[in-house]
């Protein structure tokens, strides 16, 4: 299995799309939060209370994770779908006939690779953000001032990092089912995003079941108070919801890479 890394690193750590793809999950999240934090006006209450309808300042800071999913689908699905195209696939399964380690050796990297890109990128736009949504005016005086020692901003943080990297599983094992980028690229996005956009339609129940359980519950680890639009699931569940979208993903995906012909 160490060689097997190792040969898989090589070939990661080597191409340009990894560095761009990572200062891209980088610039996304750092980006899209700062300009949002930078930009809010003041809509809480004065009262400083935690009720729904409150702006939750940690949330708000790490909102360029939305944005930085399209770099982790399109990296991790790049990191399979790519050598499917280019058939070198077969030079790998040629030199490392036991296919599931192939797999399991890329996963291990490309989660590994977009959990410290995450974190990096989660950490700055916090940091960043504070600042500025509490100088905007964005929350009252008496709001809660969040730092990196508080449970629910670290929680928030790492949370957010463990999500990039549970997606990027999650994209790598779609990848390596479907072998296209097109199709795996356009499958997850709309696995992420058309849940947002019909929930509101449905009715109350059949909502939350939808939020609850699509990949995207995972971002319920950002919220660290009670809002109108928060997920209706406990962040940690919420975080659990989307590895186990992976795990089962990427098992069936090394079942299927033993059984099938490269």
């Known amino acids: 299995m160490t060689n097997v890394l190792r040969a898989e690193w090589t070939k990661l750590h080597t191409l340009w799309s990894t560095t761009w793809s990572m200062l891209l999950v980088i610039g996304l999240t750092v980006g899209l939060g700062t300009v949002f934090a930078a930009g809010s006006e003041s809509t809480a209450g ?9 702006n939750d300042l940690v ?3 790490l909102v360029g994770v939305y944005l930085a999913q399209f770099a982790v689908v399109a990296f991790a699905t790049l990191a399979i779908t790519s050598e499917y ?3 070198t696939i077969l030079a790998t399964f040629s030199a490392i006939p036991r296919r599931g380690r192939v797999l ?6 490309v989660g590994g690779t977009v959990f410290v890109a995450g974190l990096v990128a989660t950490t700055t736009a916090f940091l960043l953000g504070q600042p500025l949504l509490r100088d905007s005016g964005y929350a009252p005086p008496a709001y809660p001032q969040w730092d990196l020692g508080d449970g629910p901003a670290q929680r928030a943080v790492l949370g957010s990092a463990l999500f990039l990297a ?3 599983l999650l994209s790598l094992g779609l990848g390596a089912i479907l072998r296209h980028s097109a199709a795996t690229i356009s499958t997850l996005l709309a696995l992420l995003f058309v849940p947002l956009i019909v929930a509101p339609l449905l009715p109350e129940q059949t909502r939350e079941i939808v939020q609850k359980t699509t990949p995207g519950a995972g971002l319920a680890v950002q919220q660290t108070i009670a809002r109108d639009d928060a997920l209706p699931i406990d962040p940690w569940a919420g975080l ?6 992976a795990a089962a993903v990427l098992l069936l995906a090394v079942l299927l890479v033993r059984r099938r012909d490269a």
Do not use: H, N, P
């Open 59 to 61: 949330r708000d800071s």
């Open 46 to 54: 004065g009262s400083g209370s935690t009720v729904a309808g409150d």
């Open 166 to 168: 549970a997606l990027a």
């Open 240 to 245: 659990a919801v989307t590895f186990t979208w």
């Open 85 to 87: 195209a280019t058939r």
């Open 104 to 109: 399991v050796a890329k996963a291990i990297l």
